[in-house]
Nanobody, 116 residues
Framework: QVHVVESGGGLVQAGGSLRLSCAASGTIFSGNSMGWYRQAPGKERELVAAASTGGMTHYADSVLGRFTVSRDNAKNILYLEMTSLQPEDTAMYYC??????????WGKGTLVTVSS
C-alpha cells in the first residue's frame, strides 16, 4: 500500500481559508485519480473533491465553488484549497485514490475546525 501524509489543517473562523496538502509515497500517484475525503464527528466519511490523472475535477455539491482540488504529479502531492469555510466543513480530512480500492493506506488525516 501507498502511504500518505496529510497536512495544513487548523482552526479558522467562518469565512476563512485553508490549504491542505497530501504527500504520497511510491510511484503510482500519477496513475490514479485522487481525492479528498472528510469525516465529521458522528458521520460517515465522504468524498468532497477529486482530481483525475488528466486534471479533470469533481466536487460534492456542498463544497462546489468554495473548494479547489489540484495535483502535482512530479511531486506526488494533492492539494485542496478551501475558501469561505463554514462550521459544517469541520471534519478530519483525508486523501486517497478515487474510487477507493485500498491501494492507498488511510493517513492520520488533518483536522479542520471552523468556528462560527
Amino acid at each position: 500500500q501507498v502511504h500518505v501524509v496529510e497536512s495544513g489543517g487548523g482552526l479558522v473562523q467562518a469565512g476563512g481559508s485553508l490549504r491542505l496538502s497530501c504527500a504520497a509515497s511510491g510511484t503510482i500517484f500519477s496513475g490514479n485519480s485522487m481525492g479528498w475525503y472528510r469525516q465529521a464527528p458522528g458521520k460517515e466519511r465522504e468524498l468532497v473533491a477529486a482530481a483525475s490523472t488528466g486534471g479533470m475535477t469533481h466536487y460534492a455539491d456542498s463544497v462546489l465553488g468554495r473548494f479547489t482540488v489540484s495535483r502535482d504529479n512530479a511531486k506526488n502531492i494533492l492539494y485542496l484549497e478551501m475558501t469561505s469555510l463554514q462550521p459544517e466543513d469541520t471534519a478530519m480530512y483525508y486523501c486517497a485514490e478515487v474510487p477507493r480500492l485500498g491501494m492507498f493506506q488511510w493517513g492520520k488525516g488533518t483536522l479542520v475546525t471552523v468556528s462560527s
